[in-house]
């Protein structure tokens, strides 16, 4: 088993018990944050469904993500919530997280490679987490879903004590 899927396992055995339930809403990690949870056995308990949004459009058409959003650029702390608040509106999940940023190589809305964006959603808040990865395209898909995942768990860890 891979680093991703044992933190995979420790989100789904901490929702699994509660009812409660997580969507996804994916960009810059193409559905690796879906594909490591739904890799889990049981993960239908908790894990209700996610989308990738990779082109901008698509972010538009199934997220209906406002016209303002877009002001702040795709690559943002905004957009990074409100595509969160959106899946988890959509879907109907008690959590939800997302992704937005710039694999690399290239410099993208005037944005850094490695600048990335996630987003977890709760019933009362969002949390908001910008990274600065320095890696090429394949690892910093790779670290930016490990802290997703991650910063998940610190959500889900927090509200529940």
């Known amino acids: ?12 055995k901490k929702l699994s018990p509660t009812g409660k339930t997580l969507s996804t809403a994916e960009s810059c990690t193409g559905g690796l944050i879906a594909s490591s949870i739904t890799d889990i ?6 894990f209700v469904g996610g989308v990738i ?4 459009e698509m972010k538009r058409k199934i997220l209906n993500i406002p016209d ?16 969160a608040l959106a899946i988890k509106s959509l879907t109907g999940s008690d959590y939800s997280i997302a992704t937005t940023g710039n694999l690399g ?3 993208m809305e005037g944005k850094p490679k490695g600048l990335i964006y996630i987003a977890v959603a709760t019933l009362e808040k ?6 600065n990865l320095k890696g090429d395209r394949l690892s910093n898909k790779t670290e930016a879903t490990e802290e997703a995942l991650k910063l998940f768990l610190e959500v889900f860890n927090e509200a529940d004590t």
Not at 41 to 46: N, R
Not at 69 to 81: D, K, L, N, R, T
């Open 1 to 12: 088993m891979n680093f991703l899927n044992s933190i995979a396992v420790s989100i789904i």
């Open 41 to 46: 056995p049981g993960a239908s308990k908790a």
């Open 53 to 56: 949004v990779y082109a901008t």
């Open 68 to 83: 303002e959003i877009f002001h702040y650029g795709v690559i943002s702390h905004e957009m990074a919530e409100a595509m």
């Open 105 to 107: 190589p290239d410099v």
């Open 126 to 131: 969002v949390y908001v987490k910008e990274l």
